[in-house]
């Protein structure tokens, strides 16, 4: 069937096989693109729904504060509290905004309807609860939608950002400067209360040393970030200064107010402080969610334009693929179609018609050579044609001087333009002055014999012309083979040449779906690399968290030994009514003491456990940085395998090109070869033709001779 089709056609044909994995390669390209644009779109929404939690995040301790003021005998300030309750209401309503949006896609609705849950049953109980029930559900609250804001992260893919400027920048927001504000709430909101009690106490020094530990991840964040981007440091410079001086300033007065007589802290000094520390961190927030907005938005913008420009670069190349296919068709078809035009008018007889040469390709040499084999036919059968002329002019003169030989003397011939002309009309003057003028008749004949001799002359020169062009186009035949089998040759080594390509194909191919499947376990083992490093790092504020614990049991220890110390005083002096009571504080004593050693071994394991933890953390960071780097390393070996499957694909189609257009030429080839040899056998004809007129006219050179010898006999009458 291939056969059959025109070579507009089988152009066409394969112009489309080649751009079959063009069109694959360029359908994969785009839907990766599209996949990373619709990524970063998410994680750019998730953004929005993120600010409007931060937003309810940040009326939620109002409310709390304020609660636990009217609880605790202030009724003015309900309503405050009242006031608060709508701001968290209109909060809580641009989250769920922000729900309705995304909650679908990242699978959060069925949380947030929970937690919405959970503020309407506490804002109905609020007024009967006790103040510290009424602040442990509203702290609880306030952790249920920090929560809620890494799991809105993690369905988005904030916390898994291919980036890692952005990976930092969002980690800095999340557990930088959400935390930081979350822990100075706490302690605000501890300090209202008054914290008299040891619990109040103790937890006013964990919530601090949390809040210590929280400034070194916010230190530790921002010089990642500032490393794979410096421009960032430009635009956090000063909210992440203005939040290290706020946490430098509640770092201090808690040193000062819980590191002295803790059962008096100074409350307003905290609250001041507190204050300060979450508008400061709040405001980094705000500055890096605009940061991060931006930096996901360029990448959009980027990832559009890489799109639009590949493919505009493909539509470029298809476009001077196919101007180049055209471009080639039409060579090859005006040059066929001029060769083509030749053949026909040559068949209709006309030998002057000559093929029009339109490139030095081989198309080209083949039609110079077509002229050249017309050339040389029409000179050939010219010299046929003049050679017959003659001929049926003698033998026209033989049939109508033959009755003169019988004595019909009444007979003329035709005198015509041509060379046996004179010959006509010397016989016709003979004939009327045969008895007067024989003497003319004998130079006359003389003047035929010369004339034959001549004409034979120049049938002689036609008869080895002949054969000298018969030989040139046996050798032009024969060249004209070699050449086809030449072609025949190079159609073999074309299609060998497309197996090899083919097989090269293949192995790019192969090699090319390696390096995927090893981009997808690099990317795996980031994924999982990441996940480890926050768990590890949730695992060592557990641990802080622990040892801050440890350290108010070791407190409370050393409170017991001192009330029952005093105990003792007070059994001692009451004598023996207390010695039973003295017993006690004795035995208190020594379980006091049994505690402080238990806290002190279990502090050093906790600090043991807390170094672990942060050479671990510190190594899971440098184990994400290898992975990444060797992620990327991967993703560029990937693009240079594709790009060398892509010129494996061109090679192929090139060298299956050539072969079917070398198929195609020695077909031609071999119809010049026999048509070539037809026209030697013709020549061939045509020579001997000459060498048969050559031997007729040396016949009439001597019926000539003999007629001058029969004429010699006749006397020609004296003249007086």
Known sequence: MFRTLKIWQKLALVALVMAIPLATLMVLFVGTKNEQINSARTELTALDYESSLRHLLETLPKHRDLMNTVLTGDAAKLVLVESAARKVDEALTEASHADEAQGAKLATTEKWNALKTRWYELKAQAKTLQAKDSFSRHTQLANDVIEHMRFVADRSGLTTDPQLDSYYLWDLMLSGAIYGAQYSTELRGLTTRGAANVEDIAQLLMLSRQFQFNGALVDRDSSSMFRYNPAIKSILGDSLSSASDAAARLNQVSQTELGGNVSKVDGKVFVEASTLAVNAYYSLFDKAHTTMSNLVSARIASLSAQKTAQLGMVGVVALLSIALVYWVWRGINNQVNSMTRTFGRISEGDLRARAEVLGKDELGRLAISLNNMADNTLSLVQGREERDRIQNNITKLLEEVSGVADGDLTKEAEVTADLTGAIADSFNYMIAQLREIIANVQRTTTAVSSSASDVRLTATKLSEGSEVQAKQIVQASSAIAEMARSIQQVSQSATQATEVANKALQSAQGGALTVRRTIDGMNAIRTQVQETAKRIKR??????????????????????????????????????????????????????????????????????????????????????????????????????????????????????????????????????????????????????????????????????????????????????
Request: hydrophobic share 40%; no cysteine; net charge negative.
């Open 539 to 720: 695992l060592g504020e557990s641990s802080q968290e622990i040892g801050e614990i440890v350290q108010l049991i070791g407190d409370i220890a050393d409170r017991t030994s001192i009330l029952a110390l005093n105990a003792s005083i007070q059994a001692a002096m009451a004598g023996e009514a207390g010695k039973g009571f003295g017993v006690v504080a004795e035995e208190v004593e020594r379980l006091a003491e049994r505690a402080t050693e238990a806290t002190k071994k279990i502090s050093s394991l906790i600090k043991s456990v807390q170094g672990d933890t942060n050479e671990a953390i510190a190594a899971m960071e440098e184990t994400t940085k290898e992975v990444v780097g060797g992620s990327q390393l991967a993703n560029e070996a990937g693009k240079r395998l594709d790009e060398i499957e892509a010129v494996s694909r061109q090679i192929t189609g090139l060298v299956q090109s050539i072969s079917e257009l070398s198929k195609t030429q020695a077909q031609g080839s071999d119809a010049v070869s026999k048509n070539v040899a037809g026209i030697s056998a013709y020549t061939q004809q045509t020579a001997a033709g000459a060498l048969q007129a050559e031997v007729s006219i040396r016949l009439l050179a001597d019926l000539a001779g003999e007629l001058n010898s029969s004429l010699k006999r006749f006397k020609l009458p004296k003249v007086a």
